[in-house]
């Protein structure tokens, strides 16, 4: 969470520049922004509240400067708290991403020295410590003995108004330094500078770099000079774009399709691999937060249906705590599409530990779980930036469906799945399809409450489908596992509570419909999503009978509903209040 951009540069930018950069990282925080720059030796800082949107700086041109898209975590959103944070004689200005936990004690220790805090957060601490090793060593020294004094996983960058230096460490979240033509840029990920650099240095953690007319790459916590391995990144505009969409959610959404077709095509042999390392392993776990965790119990269907293999899965903030039984056969398959999610990042800490073998499933490449990872498979869904997963989700579930089977040794039939399913997936995007939706979204526009049901592999469905309305129409809904709606929930149930049911063709059908019954008797609106109208159903969402791949449809028909709804209330889905897209702290 929260965005860092910066450059240092032999030739003189605009300010407005570090504006531009931030917005490409807002995915990762939009509750506040700030930029400081340094004129002669002075730092001028320019902050505010809310997402950048159409804002506008007035800070001069300068050849050093950083920025700061901020995600709250120690004190409210308000300018003071916003980034970059000062010393007491306003020369050092740092902009944090992480959480410095011994803060509060650092802050009494700087207190009691005569150090001034003007804001509530943890960050401002790291500023007043650079600014109290000054008085005895050079900076780089000051940074790394101030880093060295915190704790918690944090990527931090400094600047001082007496030094032509960035400097940066970290032991968390991403940051990247793009070497450009006589400057260097860093960013807490590439999208940020790619179009200033083709040469890239993706820092690990405990690593400090030093940015001037040179770079240096230091190890933390001694400082010992370490050489820099370059990477070549590519700039591709076209990603970073709307393009005629109105939003980002609704453009991933429609690019499903092709993802499908590239893994039915293009997968076999990695999936291939990957299924003979499970039947290998000796207890395999996947592992997932949010959308990421519904696509891993999706796959435990998958598994337990297709392949008649058990795979278990938690999600991944709860799997810390059911560490103890892995051992050095268990096999680890973590499913992030942003490779940074504090959540699973920790559970494969604990798993490498215990020599576990860790494959990632990601869509970026390069960063912290996909070094974490033993083996490494790309969505190759290509960037992501609603903060809301649509896209990814459906990566995630056309792998795992064609892993499922090709352990069954039948992967050519996943592939006619994933063709089928594109197709169809077509079907829903059609402008007559989307009218539909979009009535059913104008009838759910006046509800607090909707509760989405589903059994089997239609399940995880359900509660996908609860988490995209939640997320950007901050309409309460709740995913049900059909069979538990007498054990409590049907109490919700009143008259014209709308209620979402997924009835595919399978095994479930007949059981989940008693339960849309159940709902109707008691008042409750039924929208149905199945391959057959039925006289239970108030609106009805076709979704062709696709066997094992319809799971891959359905949803498809809830992310419109849920984008519709959204944009109905005239919220902007893909900056949803309080979400960031890297989920960087616990
Ligand atoms: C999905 O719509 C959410 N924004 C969220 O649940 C997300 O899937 C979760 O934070 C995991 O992210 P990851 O895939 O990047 O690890």
Same mark, same amino acid.
């Given at each position: 969470m929260c965005g860092i951009y910066g450059f240092v540069s032999e030739n003189t930018h605009q300010a407005g520049e570090i504006l531009e950069g931030l917005k490409l990282l807002e995915y990762r925080g939009y509750d506040s922004w700030g930029v400081a720059v340094k004129i002669k030796k002075q730092i001028k800082v320019e902050k505010s509240i809310g997402k950048i949107g159409n804002d506008k700086i007035h800070l001069p041109q300068t050849n050093l400067g950083l920025g700061h898209t901020r995600w709250a975590t #120690?004190?409210?959103? &308000?300018v003071k708290n916003a980034h970059p944070h000062l010393d007491c004689k306003k020369n050092i200005a740092v902009v944090h991403n992480g959480i410095i936990e011994n803060y509060r004690e650092l802050k009494k220790e700087l207190s009691k020295k005569g150090h001034k805090f003007i804001s509530e957060t943890d960050t401002e601490v790291f500023a007043h410590l650079v600014e109290e090793f000054l008085k005895k060593e050079g900076f780089t020294t000051a940074v790394k003995d101030a880093f060295n004094k915190i704790r918690g996983l944090n990527a931090i960058v400094v600047m001082n108004s007496l030094s032509s230096e960035i400097i940066a460490a970290k032991t968390g979240s991403p940051l990247v330094v793009g070497v450009g033509n006589e400057e260097f840029f860093i960013s807490s990920d590439s999208l940020g500078i790619a179009q200033h650099a083709k040469k890239a240095l993706f820092l690990k953690d405990n690593e400090m770099v030093v940015l001037g007319k040179d770079i240096q790459l230091l190890s933390l916590p001694k400082g010992a000079r370490l050489s820099p391995k370059f990477e070549e990144i590519e700039y591709i505009q076209s990603l970073e774009e709307k393009g005629k969409y109105q939003h980002f959610m609704l453009k991933e959404i429609m690019e499903q399709p092709a993802i499908l077709e590239n893994i039915s095509q293009n997968y076999q042999v990695t999936i291939q691999d990957l299924g003979k390392k499970i039947k290998k392993a000796f207890g395999t776990y996947f592992v997932g937060a949010g959308t990421a965790y519904y696509a891993c119990l999706a796959g435990a269907y998958l598994f337990s249906k297709i392949a008649k293999v058990h795979v278990n899965t938690e999600p991944a903030s709860e799997f810390n705590y059911l !560490? +103890?039984? *892995? =051992?050095?056969k268990s096999l680890i398959i973590a499913l992030s599409?942003? !490779? !940074? =999610?504090i959540d699973v990042i920790e559970p494969l800490q604990r798993a490498k530990k215990r020599n576990s073998k860790i494959i990632a499933i990601t869509n970026v490449q390069g960063s912290t779980i996909y070094r974490l990872a033993n083996e490494k498979i790309l969505l190759g869904a290509g960037p992501e930036k609603a903060v809301a997963s649509t896209k990814a989700y459906l990566a995630k579930l056309s792998i795992l469906l064609m892993l499922a089977f090709s352990m069954k040794g039948q992967i050519k039939q996943a592939e006619t799945l994933l063709i089928k399913g594109a197709k169809e997936i077509r079907r829903i995007l059609s402008p007559k399809y989307l009218k539909k939706i979009q009535k059913i979204a104008r009838f759910l526009k006046s509800k607090e409450h909707v509760f989405i049901i589903g059994r089997g592999v239609s399940y995880p469905s359900a509660l996908e489908a609860a988490l995209k309305i939640r997320e950007v129409s901050y309409v309460h809904a709740e995913g049900i596992a059909g069979g538990e709606l %007498? #054990?409590?929930?049907? /109490? *919700?149930?009143? %008259?014209g509570t709308p209620c979402i049911v997924f009835a595919p063709? +399978?095994?479930t059908y007949n059981a989940i419909m008693s339960n849309a019954m159940e709902i109707r008797a008691r008042g409750g609106i039924i929208i149905g999503i199945s391959f057959r109208d039925s006289e239970v159903f108030d609106h009805y969402l076709e979704v062709k009978d *696709? %066997? !094992? /791949? &319809?799971i891959l449809v359905q949803i498809v028909t809830i992310q419109l509903l849920a984008y519709y709804l959204a944009v109905l209330k005239g919220y902007d889905p893909d900056r949803p209040r309080n979400l960031a897209k890297s989920v960087t702290v616990r």
């Amino acid at each position: 969470m929260c965005g860092i951009y910066g450059f240092v540069s032999e030739n003189t930018h605009q300010a407005g520049e570090i504006l531009e950069g931030l917005k490409l990282l807002e995915y990762r925080g939009y509750d506040s922004w700030g930029v400081a720059v340094k004129i002669k030796k002075q730092i001028k800082v320019e902050k505010s509240i809310g997402k950048i949107g159409n804002d506008k700086i007035h800070l001069p041109q300068t050849n050093l400067g950083l920025g700061h898209t901020r995600w709250a975590t #120690h004190g409210g959103v &308000t300018v003071k708290n916003a980034h970059p944070h000062l010393d007491c004689k306003k020369n050092i200005a740092v902009v944090h991403n992480g959480i410095i936990e011994n803060y509060r004690e650092l802050k009494k220790e700087l207190s009691k020295k005569g150090h001034k805090f003007i804001s509530e957060t943890d960050t401002e601490v790291f500023a007043h410590l650079v600014e109290e090793f000054l008085k005895k060593e050079g900076f780089t020294t000051a940074v790394k003995d101030a880093f060295n004094k915190i704790r918690g996983l944090n990527a931090i960058v400094v600047m001082n108004s007496l030094s032509s230096e960035i400097i940066a460490a970290k032991t968390g979240s991403p940051l990247v330094v793009g070497v450009g033509n006589e400057e260097f840029f860093i960013s807490s990920d590439s999208l940020g500078i790619a179009q200033h650099a083709k040469k890239a240095l993706f820092l690990k953690d405990n690593e400090m770099v030093v940015l001037g007319k040179d770079i240096q790459l230091l190890s933390l916590p001694k400082g010992a000079r370490l050489s820099p391995k370059f990477e070549e990144i590519e700039y591709i505009q076209s990603l970073e774009e709307k393009g005629k969409y109105q939003h980002f959610m609704l453009k991933e959404i429609m690019e499903q399709p092709a993802i499908l077709e590239n893994i039915s095509q293009n997968y076999q042999v990695t999936i291939q691999d990957l299924g003979k390392k499970i039947k290998k392993a000796f207890g395999t776990y996947f592992v997932g937060a949010g959308t990421a965790y519904y696509a891993c119990l999706a796959g435990a269907y998958l598994f337990s249906k297709i392949a008649k293999v058990h795979v278990n899965t938690e999600p991944a903030s709860e799997f810390n705590y059911l !560490e +103890d039984f *892995l =051992t050095p056969k268990s096999l680890i398959i973590a499913l992030s599409q942003s !490779e !940074e =999610t504090i959540d699973v990042i920790e559970p494969l800490q604990r798993a490498k530990k215990r020599n576990s073998k860790i494959i990632a499933i990601t869509n970026v490449q390069g960063s912290t779980i996909y070094r974490l990872a033993n083996e490494k498979i790309l969505l190759g869904a290509g960037p992501e930036k609603a903060v809301a997963s649509t896209k990814a989700y459906l990566a995630k579930l056309s792998i795992l469906l064609m892993l499922a089977f090709s352990m069954k040794g039948q992967i050519k039939q996943a592939e006619t799945l994933l063709i089928k399913g594109a197709k169809e997936i077509r079907r829903i995007l059609s402008p007559k399809y989307l009218k539909k939706i979009q009535k059913i979204a104008r009838f759910l526009k006046s509800k607090e409450h909707v509760f989405i049901i589903g059994r089997g592999v239609s399940y995880p469905s359900a509660l996908e489908a609860a988490l995209k309305i939640r997320e950007v129409s901050y309409v309460h809904a709740e995913g049900i596992a059909g069979g538990e709606l %007498k #054990h409590g929930p049907i /109490a *919700l149930i009143e %008259k014209g509570t709308p209620c979402i049911v997924f009835a595919p063709n +399978d095994e479930t059908y007949n059981a989940i419909m008693s339960n849309a019954m159940e709902i109707r008797a008691r008042g409750g609106i039924i929208i149905g999503i199945s391959f057959r109208d039925s006289e239970v159903f108030d609106h009805y969402l076709e979704v062709k009978d *696709l %066997k !094992e /791949a &319809t799971i891959l449809v359905q949803i498809v028909t809830i992310q419109l509903l849920a984008y519709y709804l959204a944009v109905l209330k005239g919220y902007d889905p893909d900056r949803p209040r309080n979400l960031a897209k890297s989920v960087t702290v616990r």
